[in-house]
């Protein structure tokens, strides 16, 4: 069970001290947009290349982006140890899953709530995680959609028939209130923006999340 805070909910002016305060979490979730594939636009490519070089913990990239075919693989490069696409946007996503480990990152596959799991199930041994959105991406901050719940289960359904080590990380809404229901569905890496940058302690919010979840055994 991993905890990957999501500094979108952080202080842009102040990332390195914001990612000093997520050190007790497993990864810090860096959330890349291009104002194409989403409508807001964050950060890209020289940002993520410190945010690599500072950070006490290994960067999850969720890339939300067009053409990630071309862009993905250069942030594998850089140094994220995670990188997330989105199949959506991907034109050959097997081929894009074996150049992300080929440049030494674990290949992650992302899908909009839209996007059903199922034709996509066969990419699973190219894949080292599979991110399933609790919101449209492309903000912080919204509800979670527990109409999500049966894509995890079904994630979780076809990694137990694979076999291996899979992850499954959830995105977007997750808190104290809504994590439960993720870990028991069958996730177990879980992005939290707000829910960890709030106005109570990071250090704090990450152990309560981690506390929750804690039980739950995949
Ligand atoms: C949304 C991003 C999320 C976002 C989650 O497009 O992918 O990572 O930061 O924020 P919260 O946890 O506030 O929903
Ligand atoms: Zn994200």
Redesign the pocket.
Known sequence: MQISP?I??ADFANLQAELDKIASADWA?V?VMDGHF?PNLTLGLPVVARLVEVSPVPIDT?L?IEDPDRWAPMYADLGAKSVTFHVEAAADPRTLARSLRAAGARASMALKPGTPWAPYADLLPDLDMVLVMT?E??????SFMADQMPKVRAVRESVRRHGGEIWIQV????SATTIEQCAEAGADVF?????VYNAESAVANIARLRDLVSVHRH
Do not use: I, N, R
Not at 171 to 174: L, S
């Open positions: 999501s979108l909910a979730h959330d989403v969720h939300m919101v991406p492309g903000f912080g901050g919204q995105d977007g809404g997750v992005v939290a923006g707000t829910a």
